[in-house]
């Protein structure tokens, strides 16, 4: 199926990781012609990313950025305006766990990884962005929720975690009913577990035992996975698609993402 992405200038925020999400949305989004400026804290990662987008032949730039902080987020967005003239597509992949413990012992630092980053930073994100796609009367965003979000009891251990992903699905869904008329599609993909640092990381032995084990049967979700999903998405073929959920996980994944 031909998505009609050639030319359509990309950003994606986390693509710092080598075997994350981001990087997989990047690369697919580039094989389908699209330019992609990859956005991430790590800078080196991020350029990693990028050069593997220009070798499909496809133009990109790398932008240290935290999303976090919405001066950052502003400085990062003028530099790819200032380059690409326009931005088309926004995928808000970046995301961070503080990992899997009992909401009691959760401190507020803890609360601070799991919202700043997962709801404020797509909401910094998208309102930094938007108005430019509005002013064109054009735009594609993605954001992400998880899996477990859309599970009937949720996460035990990831309270905060979950509240701060339900709580960007619901962001996305109401400015998709305020924007929509005005040529902005916004969808939401909430993928299962998979083999990235992201799931290796969060310091829950059951999470990583359960990655590893998906892995192994070939039913983790991995970064090609979402990268396909996303630039589905993106694309003028979803064009009546807006403030959806896509869950992008294995009929057996279970609800521990």
């Keep these: 199926m031909d998505l009609r992405l050639t030319d359509k200038i990309a950003m994606v925020t986390g693509t710092g990781s080598q075997i994350g999400f981001g990087r997989g949305i990047a690369l697919k989004l580039a094989e389908e012609g699209c330019d992609v400026i990859c956005a991430d804290i790590d800078l080196p990662g991020a350029e990693k990313t990028s050069n593997a987008v220009k070798a499909l032949g496809r133009k990109s730039t790398c932008l240290k950025i ?9 400085t990062a967005i003028s530099r790819a305006l200032e380059e690409f003239d326009h931005v088309d597509i926004l995928v808000n992949c970046a995301g961070r766990a503080s990992g899997i ?9 803890m609360w601070d990884i799991d919202i700043n980053i997962n709801l404020r930073g797509t909401m910094n994100m998208t309102q930094a962005l938007l108005p430019h796609m509005l002013e064109r009367g054009y735009g594609k965003i993605v954001n992400f929720s998880t899996h477990a979000a859309h599970q009937p009891s949720g996460l035990a251990g990831a309270a905060v ?3 701060a992903k339900s709580g960007t699905v619901m962001f996305s869904k109401t400015l998709a009913s305020e924007v929509g008329h005005k040529g902005i599609n916004i969808n939401i993909i ?12 969060g310091g829950d032995p059951g999470m990583i035992k359960l990655v590893e084990n998906l892995d192994k049967a070939s039913r983790a979700t991995t970064p090609e996975d979402i990268g396909n999903a996303v630039a589905w998405l993106v694309s003028d073929v979803a064009s009546k698609l807006s403030g959806q959920v896509i869950e992008v996980t294995a009929p057996s994944g279970g609800n521990r993402d």
């Design 101 to 109: 413990r009992p909401f009691t012992e959760m401190t507020q630092e």
């Design 190 to 201: 909430a993928p299962g577990p998979g083999n990235t640092n992201f799931h290796r990381t």
């Design 161 to 163: 975690y979950i509240a």
């Design 66 to 74: 935290d999303i976090t902080d919405r001066s950052s987020v502003d």
